[in-house]
């Protein structure tokens, strides 16, 4: 009796002691998925959408689908390089070591430098792993997106986002709808003790980026056919002074705090709904979950958001801007395993994830966690989107734009002025070009 | 005559060549040396160089050399303004640093030898905001300057009953907020080389202006500060030519706004090449950061102290 007693405490020891069937574990050594002696390696540069998320349920989401897809190609390892949070810095790095030959075989490239990395001829091309009815679902901006001048397709746009209003419903009870009731109602929040309505007004791409929903709402054009800028002529201009001067108003009404043009990060809006100290924010989709995760229950439901208000009702747009899964290896296997990493990794599973906008309609409907209101109300906010343009001065746009913006919102710089001097600096960007 | 002579030149030329046959060609030993500094410091700056004559971009534009660029770069708009602000920045920065460098050295000193409580927390206070980085720098300051109403500087000034400041969003204080931070990081530095040449300071002369009658001032007018000059002007030179090169703690801080309130050459040259892919007009901006320190040193440089007259 006493032996098998021991015999069974052994046997329990050894199985608690043993490896269990956890594949989420097991295959993803430090920054390799896959077996260490697998015979082919694949590299691939990636930012947080992956197993090292700070998040652990994301993390532990996404090394489960790692670890299936490897599974699946068990001759394969995968080496995981992580980006930095400087996104600008790191496309830049990698398009340089793109062209000396040296980037990762399998990378995620940020859509709005899509446009450089095509230019560059340094992708390749991802049409004959995805087929034609793959690629007709995408939605139209990013078909056009990943699309090269020859036809083909030279990356997997798996994401999207768009900008939103974000309001509490407390001290603001009606979704604004134009520009005018934005400022009665942030005028109102600041009569109620808050700070006004919060935007990205500083040396940030955001700033420009959420920004530009105002200027596409009206219809205005940032570049031609042939990618040179026109934002700063005719009708362009005078839309694009309207917008400007939108801000503006908002900021010398009062509507918005002047620190607005020091802010350069969607997390400070996150930190000032937490402190209660503002009712309204221009912010990303992203940032409901955020905020679902950072206030109490009883604060989240006092939030809601709704399009992004245009000069008039019907005047709407917003940015939509997302993440990609590019190829830079020459070997056709790798890149084919790139293409596949794409579809089975991020195209669906990842959207569902973490609750990504996905790039196609008919993933909407095939995920449960898209038939929450939230996230119906982004899929429909989404016709009214517009993707930074294909050109590839638009770098440089942004840039001028972020430093017009700060010159007008501290009143240093005439509109105007400001205006045709960001518009005179990214037309000699484009002739440089 | 002649043996005198043979015995005069002989152990020369017999040194020479026992020296030729023990000595080995200095080559062998210089040459991993001079590998080293030629892959990864004299090759980069040839780069930097040809890359300035050429109008090379990540874009894909095939490469050409041209004078071009460096005419285009030197002839923006924007640079003087630039080059204004990397003046104000560096200049206020230096004479700053200096400044308080100095005062807390002395202050550290004189309870030192008081045997004062105190000074050694005073040392390592100001030595632990050196070791932040430049980054971890620039976001502590921003969190202090946050102008929201939970902001960290504008809270303690309500309870004091002071009005809230706008540090980062008034296009004229911001540059002072951007030195402020940038001096609470670099103070420790020429806090060490002050402390250490002021250590170096033959006390007799101390002693000598005691029994003259000196006071405090006098000695520190006199003394003190005669003794530091070489010191200060070589600290003067070294955190000039850092502050030049600071962009981490502005890219974090402000990124170089409001508009350019706050862009220095350094950070304007990251954002030419990192957000405009514009290698060239980069090498060019580099050579005349380069160019700019350089100078700087050797006027510096010109003021030191040549030797002692024999």
Redesign the interface.
Known sequence: MRNTALILALAATTFLAAPHDSPAQEAITGDIVGKSDAPNKLVFRMTTDGPRNNEPAYAQGYSKLFNDFIGKHSDWQIELQMMSGDI??EQ??M??QA?SGSAPDCAAVDSFVLP?FK???VLQSFSPYFTKEEIDQLFPFIREGITGSNGNIYAWWWSTDLRVLYRNKEIVPDAPQTWDDLKKAALSSVEQGM?GVLFN????EGTTFDWLANFWAQGGKLVDDDGKPIFGEGENRDKFIKAVNYYRDLVESGAA??????I?NYD?FN??AA?G?TALFVGGNWQYAQLKTALDADEFAKWAFSPLPGPAADQRSTGTGGWTVAAFSKDNEKVKLCAELARDIYMGPANALQEQLPTRADLYDKYEVFSSDANKTFAAALKFGQARPGA?VY??IS?QI???M??V??G??PTEAAVDEAFG?SLS?FK?? | MMDASIAATGPQRIGRKAAGRHSPSPLPWLMPLILVLGAFYLYPLIDVFRFAFT?V?????DEEYTLQTIV?TLSKP?LLQILWVTFVFTASSVVVQQFFGLFIALIVLHSEKRRLFGSTIVRTTALVAWVVPGIAGGIIWKMLF?????GGLNSLLRLIGVPAV?W????HMVMWSVVISNVWRGTAFSMVVMYAASKAIDPVLYEAAEVDGANPWQRLIYITLPQLRTAILVNMILITIQTLNTFDAIISL????????TEVLSLYTF?V??????LAAGAVLSILMLTISLGLALIYARFLPKGEPT
Do not use: C, H, W
């Open positions: 600008g810095q830049a790095r398009l340089e062209k450089l230019k560059a001829g700070e007004g500083g040396r940030y705090p002047k620190r607005v043009a020091t350069g400070d930190a000032a402190a100290t590839p770098p440089e840039n972020q430093i017009m700060g010159k919102l501290t240093v710089q600096a960007a440089r070009s | 109008n971009s990540l874009l894909g534009t285009t924007e946050n102008e929201a109403p939970f706008q980062l969003s008034d296009p402000t990124g170089g706004g409001p508009g350019r309130a954002n090449v990192f957000r405009n892919y514009d």
